[in-house]
C-alpha cells in the first residue's frame, strides 16, 4: 500500500458541474498517481491555474484534510439541489495502492447517502467490495481504454491492471450495485490497434456504457478518418447496448454526423 505524503485545506468542496453526465460533484484530493500519458485535462488546468507546477508535483496526491468537516457543513445548504454527486471529475476516488483515499471516498458517500443523496463514482483504481453494503442507488463504474495489459503499462502506469479494474466492478454488479464503464479517451489505432467489440462484450454486465474520443492528443488529430473511426465505434456502441438492453452516452463531440 501506498502512504499519502501531502495534506492540504480547502473552504469549500462540493460544487456544480458543467459536464454533461454530471450534477454536483466533489474533489478531495489534488492530482493523481495514475500518471496518464494522454493528455489529462484535470492535469493541464491544475497547471493552468498553478495548483500544481510540473507532473512530478500532480502525480503525488494531497489529500483534503479537512474534507468532512467542509461536507457536514455543506450538505444543509445543498441537500436539496444534488441529485447525484459525483466523485470526482479531476481526481480519482480510488486511486490505486491508497488506502486512505478509499476510504475517505467511502465515508464522504456515506454521509450523502445517509442524507438521501445518491452517488457516482468512477476510478481507474480497483472498487473496494465495501461498496456494496452502501446505498443500492449509488453508481460504480471503472475507465477501461483497452484490454492490453503493455499498452496499460505504457499509457497509464501507476493505474490498476485492467483485469483487476474489471473483476472489482463485476464483484459489485454481482452484489446488485449499479454499475458502468468509461470507454474514454478511447485512442486511434495509429496509438494501438484493438479489437473494440472484445471490449464491448468484456464489460457487457454492465448497466451503463460512456464512450467517448481522444482530446488535446496530436497523435489522434494525424489519423486520417479520426471523424469517420470515432462514427462508426460511436454506432457500435448504440447498437451493443440497444441490443443489450444497456443504458448508453456517447459524449459530447464523439459522433459527428
Not at 17 to 37: F, I, K, L, P, R
Not at 69 to 80: A, F, G, Q, V, Y
Request: glycine share 4%; charged share 25%.
Amino acid at each position: 500500500m501506498k502512504q499519502v505524503k501531502n495534506y492540504i485545506r480547502r473552504k469549500t468542496l462540493i460544487y456544480k458541474t458543467a459536464v454533461e453526465y454530471g450534477d454536483y460533484t466533489v474533489n478531495h484530493v489534488q492530482g493523481c498517481s495514475h500518471a496518464c500519458q494522454y493528455p489529462c485535462y484535470a492535469y493541464l488546468i491544475a497547471k493552468r491555474f498553478a495548483k500544481v507546477s510540473n507532473e512530478a508535483e500532480w502525480i503525488e496526491p494531497a489529500l483534503v484534510e479537512n474534507a468532512l468537516d467542509i461536507i457536514d457543513k455543506e450538505i444543509p445548504k445543498l441537500r436539496d439541489k444534488i441529485t447525484s454527486l459525483h466523485l470526482c471529475f479531476t481526481t480519482d476516488p480510488f486511486m490505486y495502492g491508497y488506502n486512505e483515499i478509499a476510504n475517505m471516498s467511502i465515508e464522504i458517500i456515506k454521509r450523502m447517502n445517509n442524507n438521501g443523496i445518491k452517488c457516482s463514482a468512477l476510478t481507474k483504481g480497483v472498487l473496494p467490495i465495501r461498496l456494496a453494503e452502501l446505498s443500492k442507488d449509488n453508481e460504480y463504474g471503472i475507465t477501461l481504454i483497452s484490454l492490453n495489459e503493455d499498452f496499460r503499462e505504457k499509457i497509464e502506469p501507476g493505474a490498476a491492471p485492467y483485469i483487476d479494474r474489471i473483476n472489482g466492478l463485476k464483484e459489485l454488479h454481482k452484489k446488485g450495485c449499479k454499475t458502468w464503464i468509461s470507454i474514454e479517451p478511447y485512442p486511434t489505432p495509429n496509438i494501438i490497434e484493438q479489437d473494440f467489440n472484445d471490449i464491448l462484450e468484456t464489460v457487457s454486465f454492465v448497466d451503463k456504457i460512456i464512450f467517448g474520443r481522444t482530446n488535446y492528443n496530436p497523435i489522434v488529430t494525424k489519423y486520417k478518418g479520426a471523424k469517420e473511426y470515432y462514427n462508426k465505434l460511436s454506432r457500435q456502441v448504440i447498437e451493443f447496448c440497444s441490443s443489450r438492453n444497456i443504458e448508453y452516452h456517447i459524449k459530447d463531440g464523439t459522433l459527428r454526423e
